[in-house]
């Protein structure tokens, strides 16, 4: 998992009530990502940062908002959680393949998953 | 709007056989693509990135080729075994407002029976 640690990695939650997953780095790599995975669509965009507190939407970012204050961490609360957000959430990093210059080297490594159940 | 699509959904083979998986793409105009193996309840270990200027990867029983001309990568699993069951799903950037995206594809299981 190249030092990416998803908290908490299993939760069940109400209608209504908040949430907020936690994607924790070590590697010191700049662009952060949060995806959603669910059955017949695959892995979806919902917000990336390029740096601290510099944050932007993906996809599907309605209902979800992000914050990043240190490069190690990036959040993503659901406001209030609703069952259409009942899905595994992973945060990913992005580095450029030591050596290399160009973008083409760039690779993405993620983290081992938050399985949110919300009833 | 990038589009990626993997073909077939679902593949299930005798252990020892050769296959291949594929890939495609609706814009050409990607700088790589990545391949992904997932695991039933696990996240993405990355497999292989094929850089533009590069037409192939190779690690171990795994071969990569990409041919942006025709929009197409294929994975190629030499001499399968039990263990290479999971899901393989492939990606390629997108570049929006200044920031790259990975487009995903929605994967193809594979089973590979003993």
């Known amino acids: 998992d190249a030092g990416i640690t998803q908290s908490p990695r299993h939760k069940v939650t109400e209608t209504g009530t908040p949430v907020t997953l936690r994607c924790h780095q070590t590697e010191n790599h700049r662009y952060m990502y949060w995806y959603r995975q669910d059955p017949g669509h695959g892995l979806r965009l919902i917000h990336y940062s390029y740096g601290v507190k510099d944050t932007d939407k993906g996809e599907v970012s309605d209902g979800y908002s992000v914050s990043r204050s240190k490069t190690e961490d990036f959040l993503l609360t659901l406001e209030s959680a609703t069952s259409s957000q009942t899905s595994v959430y992973f945060c990913a990093t992005r580095y450029r393949i030591p050596g290399a210059w160009s973008s083409g080297a760039n690779v993405l490594t993620f983290g081992a998953g938050s399985r949110l159940t919300v009833l | 709007k990038q589009e990626v699509t993997q073909i077939p959904a679902a593949l299930s083979v005798p252990e020892g056989e050769n296959l291949v998986l594929n890939c495609s793409f609706t814009?050409?105009?990607?700088?790589?693509l990545q391949w992904f193996r997932q695991d039933p309840g696990k996240g993405l270990t990355s497999l292989l990135l094929i850089q533009s200027s590069q037409r192939e990867q190779t690690s171990g029983r795994l071969n990569a080729s990409l041919d942006k001309s025709s929009g197409r990568s294929t994975l190629y699993i030499a001499a399968s075994q039990p263990g290479d069951s999971a899901t393989y799903l492939c990606a390629v950037p997108l570049l929006q407002g200044g920031s790259e995206k990975l487009v995903f594809g929605k994967g193809t299981k594979l089973t590979v029976n003993p």
């Open positions: 814009d050409s105009a990607i700088y790589n």
